[in-house]
């Protein structure tokens, strides 16, 4: 059979930019990923006949409604909401929800694509999926935010369900956010089912969910460290974001005896160098979570702090280890070659695609350990998947159990990345992009070569 315009790199990225007009993030992530598979299946006919990637680089299908809420004013206000369904070859559609001005469908396709190798490589049946809207949380009182979830899911409802697609929490959706969308959803179904996933623990949420995203990103560095003889013990830690990932991945790092320099918003960066310890994380998380406030603040309670902002980001600290786990993009190619230049020696990273291209390949060519959200921060969705398991079996497992799948997990995950990132005369060295991405995309791959053309 013909290999048509498959086999060349290039013409596909422009295929893709083609049919995806200004969907600039979205066209990142698949060249991201073609890059690799492409050099992986060029002696592998039966992706090409069938047209694997093309057919994974095409959503599903793409949902986006119209969500009409009240504000405290009386005013009425519009805002638009989607679900990607990207990719359901070996489990139900899962992803988060992301609320957050920024979101578009670019973002959201970006996103969705990226859960579905993310998904495949936690060894778990979980399709990928993502949606969101461009909803500002910030500012809103407790009573908007829950009209808003509330309209949400009452478009939402009808495309979602615990065997069909299973949705989470992501950037400006936590407990609070979820626990508004679960009793919308079991108020007009009547059914109390696993529909979403990050509930609370009252109401059939998972033991160790909360933490599991920065906890896994900081395991999958610890095995990237043991890979050359090396520990987290001393190291100086660089982290962005203060949000859910960012404050869970700190507090890991300091379990494992690193020490952990910074912490950022959309505003600025933090920078204390007496290090950031566990009493100040939690001081960190109370703000963000209760307070709402911003990360500018930690300089009023913690002297020796300083603040830069004008929307600085924290990689010119020098540092022995980098975790982004703000949002995508927020590491560019220069910034990446001044980790570099001063001494760094892993990154991992707890935001979904937060290093650009640039950076990316500034990263392989040093050969540094660099794993890519899709691997490294796969730790939150593997929990949710076992909060699904649990809500399917009607038990709740005790939090020494889950700690240790979630461990084994992520170690899966890495030896899996390993398996397939070797390098030709690269001796240990793993290229954990090259191994993400060929073993997530097998997986899927595999289970759609066995349902034919559909
Ligand atoms: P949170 O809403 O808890 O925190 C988001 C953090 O990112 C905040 O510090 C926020 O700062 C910052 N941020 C958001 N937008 C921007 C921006 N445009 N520029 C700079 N900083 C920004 O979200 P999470 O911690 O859950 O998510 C962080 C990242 O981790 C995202 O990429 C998400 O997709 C990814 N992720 C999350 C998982 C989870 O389980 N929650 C699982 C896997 C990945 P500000 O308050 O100023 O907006
Ligand atoms: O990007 C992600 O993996 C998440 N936001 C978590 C998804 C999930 O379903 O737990």
């Not at 902002?309 to 001044?338: I, S, Y």
Request: net charge positive; with cysteine; hydrophobic share 35%.
């Amino acid at each position: 059979m013909a290999v048509a315009d498959h086999v060349d790199l290039s013409k596909f990225i422009e295929g893709v930019k083609r049919r995806n007009p200004g969907q600039t993030e979205f066209a990142q992530a698949v060249q991201e990923v073609a890059e690799d598979v492409f050099d992986y299946i060029k002696d592998k006919e039966q992706y090409h006949e069938y047209q694997i990637l093309r057919r994974i680089a095409e959503p599903d299908r793409v949902v986006s409604f119209r969500v009409c809420w009240e504000d405290d004013k009386g005013n009425i206000r519009v805002q638009r909401g989607w679900r990607v369904q990207n990719n359901n070859a070996i489990g139900p559609y899962k992803g988060g929800i992301r609320f957050h001005p920024s979101v578009t469908e670019s973002v959201l396709k970006f996103l969705a694509f990226e859960q579905t190798f993310k998904n495949s490589l936690t060894s778990l049946p979980m399709g990928g999926g993502k949606g969101g809207a461009n909803f500002n949380p910030k500012g809103k009182s407790d009573h908007e935010v829950m009209r808003f979830c509330q309209s949400f899911m009452t478009e939402l409802y009808r495309h979602v369900g615990a065997d069909v697609d299973v949705p989470a929490g992501d950037i400006g959706v936590g407990g609070r956010e979820i626990g508004y969308m679960f009793g919308q959803y079991k108020r007009i179904t009547n059914q109390f089912t696993g529909v979403l996933t990050g509930k609370g623990l009252e109401y059939g949420g998972s033991l160790i969910r909360t933490e599991a995203t920065g906890y896994g990103a900081v395991y999958f560095l610890q095995s990237m460290l043991t890979h050359v003889g090396k520990d987290l013990v001393g190291k100086k830690a660089v982290v962005s974001g203060s949000g859910n990932v960012a404050t869970h991945a700190a507090e890991k790092i300091v379990q494992l005896g690193g020490k952990v320099l910074t912490l950022s918003d959309s505003e600025g960066f933090i920078h204390d160098p007496a290090g950031i310890d566990q009493a100040k994380i939690n001081w960190v998380k109370d703000l963000k979570n209760k307070r709402r406030g911003r990360i500018s603040e930690y300089v009023k309670e913690f002297k020796g702090a300083t603040f830069t902002g004008g929307g600085a980001r924290p990689w010119a600290v020098p540092c022995d280890v980098a975790l982004p786990c703000a949002t995508q993009n927020k590491l560019n190619g220069e910034e990446a070659k001044t980790l570099v230049k001063n001494g760094c020696i892993g990154v991992s990273e707890g935001a979904n695609m937060p290093t650009t291209l640039e950076g990316v390949h500034v990263f392989k060519d040093a050969k540094i350990l660099y794993a890519p959200g899709k691997a490294a921060n796969a730790g939150g969705v593997s929990v949710s998947g076992l909060e699904m398991s649990q809500n399917s079996a009607r038990i709740a497992w005790k939090e020494e159990d889950l700690q240790k799948m979630l461990v084994d997990i992520m170690k899966g995950i890495h030896d899996r990345c390993a398996e397939h990132g070797g390098v030709a005369g690269g001796g240990k060295y793993i290229d954990y992009v090259k191994g993400a991405n060929i073993a997530g995309f097998k997986k899927v791959a595999d289970a759609m070569l066995a349902f034919g053309v559909v």
